[in-house]
């Protein structure tokens, strides 16, 4: 199963190099990643291609000219992905917060026939490491206002590491996806489920970033707070989106 996670990057320098040399390390021989770098003004950029060039035929490197936000940059990884052919595609933090370690147990699953896996901190309790509690509450609480207004049957809807089959990628349409910041992980579970997809929850232990600066915002927070209710409000739409994407997919097989 040809596969791929895209990372992206924005002042990523010190984290970069151990998180790469951690996935390179893998058992997985044949997992490759994209590198979607915004410009970074402390050279991650520079540290990509160079990682490129010591794993040639593994480490890709998308440059980007300028911090076009979370959203944007996974959904350019993902549409180069599907263009290259890749059958699971996945995203993580570049920061250490997500455990490469777990990896081949999210793969697994889409090998196993799931067309969505979601790492989940909350799938057993909560597993997260360096988080004081009142982030603990916050996320736990953003989480159940997601569920409570979207209705996906889902522990960790916000979670940043998963990995998706390239059927459920083409599902969701990608070019019409319009969350820019951390939101993008709800709305991409939202249309998901909305598609049919299988989704499962492989739990996942998160740990606060290694080094450099979180890139969470006021604007970020806010876009996050909204994204729930303008999915409930566009559900007939989006609804009808689908069913048009199925009957054109269907017509491409006669």
Known sequence: MKTIFVI??????????????????????????????DNSPDGTGQIADHLATVFD???????????????????????????????AIGEMDADLSHDP??????VARIAGGAD????SRYLNGISVINWPLRRILLSLGANEYVRRITRIPIHDGTSGFRVYARQALEAINLPTIRSNGYSFQVEMSYRACLTGCEIVEEPIVFT???????????GVIMES???PWRL????????????QLRRDAQAETV
């Open 116 to 119: 969505v896996v979601l790492g």
């Open 208 to 218: 606060e970033r290694h080094a450099g600066e979180s890139k969470m915002s006021r």
């Open 101 to 106: 370690k777990s990896v081949p147990d999210l």
């Open 57 to 87: 035929g593994r480490i890709f490197v998308m440059h980007r000219q300028g911090k076009e936000g979370l959203g944007r940059a996974y959904v350019a990884g993902f549409t180069w992905a599907l263009e290259h052919g890749y059958d």
């Open 8 to 37: 992206p990057t924005y002042n990523e320098a010190d984290n970069l190099p151990v998180i790469v040399k951690a996935l390179m390390e893998l058992e997985l021989r044949d997992l490759h990643l994209l590198i979607v770098d």
């Open 225 to 227: 707070a909204l994204m």
């Open 232 to 243: 409930r409000a566009n559900r007939g739409k989006l609804l009808k989106t689908v069913k």
